[in-house]
């Protein structure tokens, strides 16, 4: 689909740092924590919660009484007469959010959205299936995290395994694995510099974390947590996690927690609402497809190419890439299929460095890439990340 009147207000978004899990944020309910979060962005950039007019809500890993879903969340944040969606659509939940809301602003039936993307992939629920026809009545259990990155139910794979059936397919060896996420580390650290310059344009911080009772303060988080630093030799120790392949723990992400926030608007509110008026970013259009049976980080060529083409543009009008890269696999594809170099891609770094908390991960990247884009000058920019059942969905923004 392609979009002429959703935009996004410039500076109106945000996002926690990303923590590992089992870290600092791995015991804190995930949507109650982003509504937190929400709050004091939304009162950082003056905007009062009863500007909203619709709350779409994204998280894949449930949460005590998450099924109340995004009605919940208007509420935490101070809006509770609005409402709307949750959705869940694993990895790619930030892209579809933010396509659904943009959808909504295009036919006029909102005029401010707040697409609210949150998850904790720590402590993840064990859940059991009741079956009363099972032997012995005894019936069936899940780890929600664990089992479903182990097995892919119809394509009968563990997620890893599909960049490794990429990587056997394309030839994509352990050294071209191991020098991209190499730069992908090296690129974050431009994030980094003048004391988290870039970050601190989205990134809400320091973050206060209270334990269970909510009066003692356990940690103060102030940027991303549990990122290793990551060399060429350091690399080079590691052995594949899969007997007889070229993934390595250091050419793949990791599980985190954390949560983010995006405005989606009229042309006119973005303006009242932006950092900066005279900077205007309009979601330009998405596009989502699937890939073979288990071979996951294919997906993202042909999805951003449907994106590109609804947007009438070609990878070379493209300013700026970002992708939620779970494996260094699939940037080496990337890169190859859409004829542009691994450097034009993912400055500032991505998903591979400071980890995956699922929904909220294509939501940062979006807001890095726009942050990046106003930094050139203006253009267009890409975003498009591969999604469980080897899907991926892709965005499309310009920065006037």
């Not at 269970?212 to 590691?238: C, H, M, Q, W, Y």
Request: hydrophobic share 40%.
């Amino acid at each position: 689909m392609r979009f002429e009147k959703a935009y996004i207000p410039y500076g109106a978004y945000w996002c926690s740092p990303f923590c590992r899990w089992q870290g600092s944020f791995g015991h804190l309910h995930s949507l109650k924590f982003a509504a937190e979060t929400a709050v004091r962005a939304l009162a950082e950039r003056k905007i009062s919660p009863e500007r909203l007019d619709g709350l779409f809500l994204g998280m894949t890993v449930p949460q005590q009484f998450s099924f109340y879903g995004a009605p919940w969340a208007a509420g935490l944040i101070g809006n509770p007469n609005i409402t709307g969606p949750t959705i869940s659509q694993a990895c790619a939940t930030s892209g579809k959010v933010i396509a659904a809301a943009a959808a909504e602003i295009e036919v006029g039936t909102h005029s401010a959205i707040l697409a609210l993307l949150c998850d904790r992939t720590s402590n993840s629920p064990h859940i059991y299936y009741p079956n009363p026809l099972g032997a012995g009545g005894i019936g069936e259990k899940e780890d929600w995290i664990w089992d479903n990155f182990g097995h892919d139910p119809f394509a009968g794979n563990a997620m890893i395994q599909t960049a490794e059936n990429v990587a056997a397919k394309c030839g994509i060896d352990r050294t071209a694995q191991d020098e991209t996420a190499v730069l992908r580390y090296e690129q974050y650290q431009d994030a980094l510099r003048n004391e988290a310059g870039f970050l601190k344009r989205f990134m809400v911080t320091p973050l206060e974390v209270k334990d269970a009772s909510g009066r003692k303060v356990v940690a103060t988080v102030t940027g991303d947590e549990g990122i290793f630093p990551t060399t060429a030799e350091g690399l080079n120790k590691l052995k594949p996690v899969l007997k007889g392949g070229t993934v390595t723990y250091g050419t793949q992400t990791y599980p985190a927690d954390g949560n983010a926030g995006v405005l989606v608007t009229s042309k006119d509110i973005a303006a009242e609402l932006s950092r900066d008026a005279r900077v205007a970013v309009r979601i330009v259009s998405y596009g989502q497809a699937r890939a073979d049976k288990g071979f996951m980080p294919m997906a993202n060529v042909p999805a951003s190419s449907q994106a590109l083409q609804r947007a009438g543009v070609r990878m070379k009008d493209v300013k700026a890439v970002k992708t939620h890269n779970p494996f260094a696999v699939n940037d080496v594809y990337f890169a190859r299929q859409m004829g542009i170099e691994l450097t034009a891609m993912n400055r500032y770094g991505s998903s591979l460095v400071w980890g995956h908390p699922q929904a909220p991960t294509g939501a940062r990247l979006v807001m890095e890439l726009i942050e990046e884009l106003v930094s050139a000058g203006g253009g267009y920019g890409l975003f498009t990340g591969c999604a469980a059942g080897d899907t991926a969905l892709a965005i499309v923004v310009k920065v006037n």
